[in-house]
Nanobody, 121 residues
Framework: QVHLVESGGGSVQAGGSLRLSCVVSGYSMDTMAWFRQAPGKEREGVAVLLSGSRRIYAHSVTGRFDISKDIAKKILYLQMNSLKPEDTAMYYC?????????????????WGQGTQVTVSS
């Protein structure tokens, strides 16, 4: 059974940094992604790390966020730099990609419980 547990969220001022972690069990760590959802908005894809180590980022975070993984520790990371108030959201890691557009939540079969990121101006 796949189990994903996120951590590392918190409150920071604009321009600050946070590193999110997602501990993975029951999954090979093939294609995994980070999503976020702000109040009243749809869940959106932030970054994906494909099985061939290719990384794709949403336009809004390109150059500021970095997705990586430690296979030995079975942890997926999201390093977030130069944070902006519009980055405020609940962040989720996703696994069990079943094809389709990487930014679509329906492309993933497994989700963590989320970790809150709040960026103040």
């Amino acid at each position: 059974q796949v189990h994903l547990v996120e951590s590392g969220g918190g409150s920071v001022q604009a321009g600050g940094s946070l590193r999110l972690s997602c501990v993975v069990s029951g999954y090979s760590m093939d294609t995994m992604a980070w999503f976020r959802q702000a109040p009243g908005k749809e869940r959106e894809g932030v970054a994906v790390l494909l099985s061939g180590s290719r990384r794709i980022y949403a336009h809004s975070v390109t150059g500021r966020f970095d997705i990586s993984k430690d296979i030995a520790k079975k942890i997926l990371y999201l390093q977030m730099n130069s944070l902006k108030p519009e980055d405020t959201a609940m962040y989720y890691c996703a696994a069990g990609w079943r094809g389709g557009t990487w930014t679509s939540p329906t492309a993933y079969g497994n989700w963590g419980q989320g970790t809150q990121v709040t960026v103040s101006s």
